[in-house]
């Protein structure tokens, strides 16, 4: 029976081709659903590879040890299936590899889990399949990566499994260019058989509205509901890592996971490009007033939106704690408190005194914004100690977050009043403000960074406390709740900008007398007016 490419494998397909149109080397990293013929696939390019090409070693590593026999025995049925003058000679075989020995080029089969063929030669095709479930990914990705040429292919095809393991890095890496391999997600839906014929489904919740503008047919959103009662016992999270509509459903947390899908996949809806991208720079030994702003690819700082002088911003940033690698960023969102939007985003690492003079910065380009350092640690206190002038500077922030617990119980004046104090309290309310916010689609996230690590965040079983996965960070996360927090507070302490009413129909005339009596600024449609009466 011949195979007829369903839509995942023409997706595949077309990414190839455009590669190769291009001329760019065929690396692909592919994120997918359960089921969508992906491995067929791959097996099916590798051996035709293998089959058509002198002199090459072309390799497929699967994830469990008694899948490479059954593959070859379906790379067997294929060979015979191929038209008798398009099958070049097949020496006789053996359980791991397809020898076609007047060809000089093989194809072999391993698992993940056995012994891999020894290297040595080049490597014309790799394959990975279920890398995301490998317990060794890290060395026979050494073992395999080096061998394979420029002008190889190397494809990984995977469902997810845990948030922060080697496929999840893998992937990331790829979606943020930061690797040459091609991020792929394949979603469930776009396999058509997933559906019952002829449902209808009515109360569409929130959820499955969003699944139907990403391309879910109903008959789908009715497959899926009725799986996830029959076959799931109704576990509706469990359908999301077997079948992810989103890469961030790809990925199971360790731990309960804090936010719902539902809220993940409203806050990523305001994820967008920033209008600017690049870096403020301030001098140590100048006021932070005297910032310049430097466009650059990958800058630290995205602005969405400039300041507009008629509007009032805060800012919330979260501190680091150490340089390594390892360490978190430091992260700050600049939000609008009468638009409700994001306006900036920044995040890098800097030595502390400077993280400060940074947010000193972006706080007087934001009409000397608000701003609310995390205060949690030593680290934290060394910022505020800047911002309030005291690290032998000439200069002082005139506006740094005090909560009104604070303020009403003693005077301020004591760095511990200062900033925002996370405890597990605070926390507690940060979240819950966020998941109403985020529910309501109230809640501008812009940046991927943050609900990325929203998705991610997990109340951890032992502690019960909310925190990261081991090995991920909730830096971008902690800035964007602080912020958002912080900004509702500030709402309701300062004069929000309105703007004045417009007077609508009114004829030229009393416009113009309007405006000599100085009610009213010139428009564009009366300048252009003017100039024709000058004409006349
Ligand atoms: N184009 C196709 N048409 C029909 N069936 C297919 C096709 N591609 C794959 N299959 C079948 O679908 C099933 C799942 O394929 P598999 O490659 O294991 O999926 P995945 O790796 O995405 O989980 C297998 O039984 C396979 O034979
Ligand atoms: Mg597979």
């Known amino acids: 029976m011949p195979l007829i490419p369903n839509k995942a494998q ?8 455009e590669r190769l149109k291009k001329k760019q080397p065929i690396r692909l990293a592919i994120l997918k659903a359960r089921q969508l013929g992906i491995s067929t696939f791959v097996c099916a390019l590798a051996q035709h ?122 992937y990331y890496r790829a979606k943020e260019g930061i690797s040459n391999f091609e991020a792929i997600f394949l979603p469930w839906y ?38 996830i009662q029959s ?25 309960k996971n804090v936010f719902t899908a539902e809220q993940v996949a409203q806050a990523y809806k305001t994820v967008r490009e920033p209008a600017w991208r690049g870096e403020i720079l301030t001098s140590m030994t100048d006021n932070p007033r005297n910032f310049k702003l430097v466009e650059s690819e990958g800058g630290s700082l995205q602005i969405f939106e400039k300041p507009n002088p008629n509007y009032h911003y805060c800012i919330g940033a979260d501190v680091q704690w150490g340089e390594s690698e390892a360490s978190d960023y430091d992260a700050a969102f600049v939000e609008c408190l009468e638009t409700g939007k994001v306006a900036a985003f920044i995040m890098g690492r800097w030595q502390m005194p400077h993280w400060a003079q940074i947010l000193a910065a972006l706080g007087y380009y934001y009409n ?32 740094i977050y005090v909560s009104a617990k604070m ?23 940060l ?32 502690t019960l406390t909310l925190t990261h996965p081991a090995g991920q960070h909730d830096d971008a996360l902690m800035a964007r709740m602080i912020t958002a927090y912080v900004a509702q507070q500030l709402r309701n302490t300062v004069e929000l900008y309105s703007p004045p009413p417009k007077i609508e129909k009114i004829d030229n005339m009393a416009q113009r007398v309007a405006r000599q009596a100085g009610l009213l600024e010139n428009s564009q449609e009366d300048e252009q007016e003017e100039i024709e009466l000058v004409e006349v």
């Open 190 to 227: 776009l396999e058509p058989s997933y559906a019952i014929k002829g449902a209808k489904v009515d109360d569409l919740t929130p959820y499955e509205e969003n699944l139907l503008r990403a391309g879910a047919t109903i008959e789908q959103i009715a497959w899926r509901r009725e799986y």
């Open 368 to 399: 000397t914004a608000t701003i609310a350092p995390e205060r949690n640690s030593v680290a934290a206190e060394g910022v505020i100690w800047t911002l309030l002038g005291r690290n032998y500077q000439n200069w002082r922030y005139p506006k």
């Open 407 to 429: 303020l009403s119980l003693r005077s301020t004046g004591r760095i511990e009043d200062y900033g925002w104090k996370t405890t597990n309290q605070t926390k507690t309310a």
């Open 49 to 170: 590879y293998a089959m058509t090409h002198p002199d090459v070693y072309v390799l497929s590593i699967a994830d469990k040890l008694d899948l490479p026999r059954q593959w070859l025995r379906r790379a067997k049925i294929w060979y015979n299936q191929t038209p008798a003058p398009l099958r070049p000679h097949l020496a006789a075989s053996n359980a791991k590899e397809l020898f076609f020995d007047l060809l000089q080029s093989r194809y072999y089969i391993a698992s993940a889990e056995g012994k891999l063929p020894g290297t040595g030669f080049a490597l014309q095709f790799l394959h990975y399949s279920e890398v995301g479930y490998w317990q060794n990914a890290d060395s026979v990705q050494e073992q395999t990566f080096a061998s394979v040429p420029r002008s190889g292919i190397i494809i990984i095809e995977s469902t997810g499994n845990q948030v922060g393991d080697w496929w999840y890095n893998f």
């Open 10 to 17: 023409q997706i595949i397909w077309s990414k190839i081709e």
């Open 431 to 462: 979240v819950a403000f966020t998941m109403k916010q985020t529910a309501a689609g109230e809640m501008d996230w812009a940046v991927e960074v943050a609900v990325r690590q929203m998705a991610a965040w997990i109340t951890d079983e032992k």
């Open 231 to 255: 076959k799931l016992a109704g576990d509706e999270e469990k359908f999301t890592r077997q079948f992810p509509a989103t890469e961030q459903e790809a990925f199971r947390s360790g731990g």
